[in-house]
C-alpha cells in the first residue's frame, strides 16, 4: 500500500491564511502608493490644461491619511480641499468640479479623468510594490 506524507504544509497554509487577510496597514501604504500617484497626477494635469486659478486647484489636491470603510471595501479619496483665498469663499472643490465637466460658455477641461486615466497603470504598480514588500516579508 502506498504512503504518501507531506512536510511544511501547515506552514504554507498559514502564510497563505496571512495573504488572506491584508493588514490594514499595508492596505493603506498601498492605497497611499496609488493616491501620491494620482494626486500628483491630477496637479500636473491641472497646471497642464491650464487651470486658470494661479495654481490654488493643483496645491490643493490631496488625499486621505486613514483608510476609511465603505460598503464597497476599503478606500482613501483623492480630493481638491480647501476653500478659495480670493474672497469668493468658494470651495476648491466646486472650482475643480466646473474645470472638469465645464459650464454654459466655459468648455470642459478634465483634468482628472484625463490624469487618471493616464497615471491608473503606474498607481496599480505603485500598489504592487508595496503588496510584494509584504509577501518578501512573509517569506513569500
Not at 492605497?31 to 494620482?38: F, H, Q
Not at 488625499?63 to 481638491?80: E, M, N, Q, R, S
Request: proline fraction near 3%; charge should be neutral; glycine fraction near 8%.
Amino acid at each position: 500500500m502506498a504512503e504518501i506524507s507531506t512536510s511544511g504544509l501547515e506552514e504554507l497554509l498559514s502564510d497563505m491564511e496571512a495573504i488572506a487577510e491584508i493588514p490594514d496597514a499595508t492596505i493603506l501604504e498601498m492605497l497611499s502608493a496609488e493616491a501620491g500617484v494620482i494626486a500628483e497626477a491630477q496637479a500636473a494635469e491641472a497646471r497642464a490644461m491650464g487651470v486658470v486659478d494661479k495654481g490654488v486647484t493643483a496645491r490643493s489636491i490631496t488625499f486621505d491619511k486613514k483608510l476609511k470603510v465603505t460598503k464597497d471595501g476599503k478606500a482613501i479619496y483623492v480630493y481638491p480641499k480647501g476653500s478659495r483665498s480670493d474672497g469668493s469663499r468658494r470651495r476648491v472643490a466646486e472650482v475643480a468640479f466646473v474645470n472638469e465637466f465645464g459650464k454654459e460658455g466655459q468648455p470642459a477641461r478634465p483634468f482628472i479623468g484625463t490624469a487618471n486615466a493616464r497615471k491608473g497603470d503606474e498607481a496599480v504598480k505603485a500598489a504592487a510594490e508595496v503588496y510584494d514588500k509584504f509577501l518578501k516579508s512573509k517569506n513569500l
